[in-house]
């Protein structure tokens, strides 16, 4: 069975650097990698997306290595107000059927 | 623009019933995913619709169904409730030309808080 698997938790001090890495194997050929944040009894928040190598933008680095099973968030500078839990997805080919698939999350604590 | 939407935010429920769930896209948005979110088993993908037709599908159980209408918005339907449905039901939205299929990203609504007692 296919399964996309995170750190249960990970806790950093404010102004550290986070990376949190998603292992995921039978990703579709041509299918993005997204990472969610997610906050207490609300929908998950779209950090990034790519598909390989690395992607950057104004909140997050994504860095995904050649044989694309496995991708790192990485969260330059944490907040006390980036403690959520943080979701990886992909979109999986098993047995000829495709689904999307969501990591098991992390779950970040940002420490003072 | 205006994110994605569902009602009712929150739901109780007894054994037995059935529950309508309703999502509005973003507009423009044509593709509607729906997920189940518990502790116990994270974020599951329930069934994506892209132009009104189901075209993927998570290992739920038949009392599990939905549908899409022709201006985007989506119902998800559980029949015949367990204790074991009570959860967080999400609906994400995305683009989603069919061939763009798993490179759009997919923007969530809130969720709808299901109980059932």
């Known amino acids: 069975l296919a399964k996309t698997t995170q750190p249960i938790s990970m806790d950093s001090y404010e102004g550290q650097e986070v990376n949190i890495t998603c292992s995921h194997n039978n990703i579709a050929t041509n299918d993005y990698i997204t990472w969610y944040q997610q906050f207490p009894s609300q929908g998950p928040r779209f950090i990034i997306q790519?598909?390989?190598t690395k992607v950057t933008n104004e909140v997050a680095s994504l860095f995904i290595p050649a044989d694309r099973k496995s991708s790192t968030l990485s969260l330059p500078r944490v907040s006390l107000s980036d403690t959520a839990v943080y979701y990886c997805?992909?979109?999986?080919?098993?047995?000829?059927?495709?689904?999307?698939?969501f990591g098991t999350g992390t779950r970040l604590k940002v420490l003072a | 623009k205006a994110g994605v939407t569902q009602t009712p935010r929150y739901l109780i429920k007894t054994r037995g019933q059935q529950v309508t769930l309703s999502c509005s896209p973003i507009?423009?948005?044509?593709?509607v995913s729906w997920y189940q979110q518990t502790p116990g088993q994270g974020l599951q993908f329930l069934f994506e619709?892209?132009?009104?037709?189901?075209?993927n599908k998570g290992n739920f159980p038949g009392r599990f169904s939905g549908r899409q209408f022709s201006n985007s918005r989506s119902e998800m339907n559980v029949s015949t409730l367990e204790l074991g449905d009570s959860a967080l039901y999400l609906c994400a939205s995305s683009l989603a030309e069919y061939s763009t299929r798993g490179t759009d990203t997919q923007y969530f609504g809130p969720g709808t808080r299901l109980t059932v007692l």
């Open positions: 790519g598909y390989k």
């Open positions: 997805l992909v979109g999986l080919t098993t047995s000829g059927t495709y689904k999307y698939i």
């Open positions: 619709y892209f132009s009104e037709t189901q075209r």
């Open positions: 507009s423009g948005h044509r593709s």
